[in-house]
């Protein structure tokens, strides 16, 4: 059988519930809607981690964040293990990459024969590192920005996006009837609807009679306060304490809304550039994200917490071996790495974990017992901590004796109710703790990456020097 082309279109912070495929009653989305249609939803996806750089790495590898030691948003991808893209240029198919990877630089060897419109870290490949500093937790000085820069309008983020969509659209357009004797696989990786919350008038006029969020929305519960983890992570994100009213935060709603029509007008393009290039091959569209956006939920602005919102995220996948239809197992970015290799015919390891199975096994066999997993290590927390989703539940466990978190997902979708010192739930959290503990020990990972990270802090001369380097709110387009 012909190996099929490999389209993998990849946003940024598009949590999963908010996309008309996945019952969100607002949002225009007509195209991934229509993708939807034709190929398998999964409803219960799942980031590696609720960050950027530590999701993209595990997404070029299929390893989990522990394996790969991408910590945090100054520990990156350079090419240190092999990807997807370097198992795929080996049988000499032009694997390419337009717009966002996030990977340390360009000198490095990350897999793709061609990284087109690239962003890779901020302050020459080093990214952020004042989310290595913890005891005590460093200001975050930009967090300001997130509420004043939102509303209708361009961004820098904006017209980048255009440039990708324009970039992929000419390649297909000129470049693909050149390699019919090989499959090509484009991953074209937008930064919509990543904030600044800036989104362009057509798009962000398609919300103006929605009302008023709920208060319940966009106000943190007094539930979520009391956990002690939580409460850090909040009061050094604190980009809500610079929403001066509910008029702010319904503005700053609608233009993540528009952001994510406007991507969604993007991917038009793109399937439309490869539907009018008559291609020999079928092509395989794989869509996802690599986190999610708390848009205000439980008190909480963009990620970095293990809420739904946070780390849950869309994936949808037309072509041959998914079939039209809803897939309800967790599944996690991690998934990818063998999607791609089986679906091009290159020979792979047998997985030996859910966490790094194909999706196309997945589709066939959607009964067998799966679980996801997530993790976080990045700035703004006292202490690391995971993300273990099996069957309706869901467990968040922290490091340093802090208490864990259980969630009842079936029955609380908005995780309204901590359920973990619940006397009825004793079994269902006893279950989730000994299966994270046969993935890996959390204390030996703790150890881990904080022998990593402060490594890493007297190599770039310490504390001190850190708070001096530039911070900025989100990673800023550099030629």
Known sequence: MTSPNILILCSDEHARRYSGCYGHPDIHTPILDKLAKRGTVFDNAYTPS??????????????????????????????????????????????????????????????????????YLANDGVGWPIGLLRDPLPEFRSARELAEQAG???????????????????????????????????????????????????????????????????????????????????NFFNYDDYFDDDTMRTQAVKSYFGLVSFLDDNIRQVLEAVDNCKSSRQTLVIYTSDHGEMLGHHGFWTKSVMYEDSVGIPLLAAGDGFKSGRCSAPVSLTNLNNTVLQALGIDHEHPDSCLNEPLQSVVSAPQKPRFALSQYHDGGTPAGFFMLREGGWKLVHYADDYPPQLFDLANDPLEENDRAEDPGCKDQLTQLQRRLRQVLNPDKVISQYTRDQTALIAALGGRENILTMWDFNHTPIQS
């Open 50 to 119: 609720p960050i950027c750089i530590s999701a993209r790495a595990s997404l070029a590898t299929g390893l989990q964040v522990h394996e790969t030691g991408c910590w945090s948003s100054a520990q990156a991808y350079h090419g240190q293990f092999e990807s997807w893209m370097h198992r795929v240029r080996r049988q000499g198919c032009p694997v390419i990459s337009f717009g966002k990877l996030h990977f340390r630089s360009a000198a490095d060897d990350n897999g793709f024969v061609e990284e087109i419109e690239p962003m």
């Open 152 to 234: 209708c309008g361009e961004s820098e983020y904006t017209e980048y996006d255009r440039r990708i969509t324009t970039a992929a659209c000419n390649w297909i357009q000129h470049s693909s009837g050149k390699t019919n004797s090989k499959p090509w696989v484009l991953f074209v990786s937008f930064v919509s609807p990543h904030y600044p919350l800036t989104a362009p008038e057509p798009f962000y006029n398609l919300y103006h009679k929605i009302a008023e969020f709920s208060r319940s929305h966009t106000r943190a519960s007094q539930n979520t306060i009391q956990h002690p983890v939580l409460k850090e992570i909040r």
